[in-house]
């Protein structure tokens, strides 16, 4: 089977990711400042607008601070690689036009020895049929292509040796004419 071609693409997931990652850490902060300013007995009155003026504030930090970032995801026909370094990426949601893609560096392991081993995290990557323009479909491609079969599966090497002649293969009564 051949490999797929090389394919290039720069994103930033698009304004609706950069949203999504300014607005939940925003949410977060302002649900625990109404929070504190409820346990210290502060009418809701006050808590609600200051929990929401802090979380709109943050949210449109980050939204400022991340629109700029873009990150170039690569396919070479070999190996694939963000930004120069090498990495492993895995589909973890497909909506059509989106992907959220899971990246990992260096050898794929179980959770728990992960530690021991001194590797990263696994980063994400989302890209947008938008930013990847006439590319998307290449890397779409790519992507799937190097779907393989289970860890510990194997395909089989061969048919079966007895498959149904042509009589038995049929169910019910023949009619000749």
Known sequence: MRSPPPVAVRTGGGPVWRGVQAALPAL????????????ADVPMAVAAPAALLLGSAIGTWLWRRKAWRTTALAWDGAAWTVDGMPVTPTITLDLGGWLLLRLRTGPVVEAG?????GLRPPSWLAVSAREAGPSWHGLRVALVAQVGPPEGASLPSSLPSSLPDDEGAHSGPRRNG
Not at 113 to 117: M, P, Y
């Open 28 to 39: 977060g902060l302002a649900v625990l400042k109404l929070w504190t300013l409820r346990l």
């Open 113 to 117: 020895d992960a530690g021991a081993l």
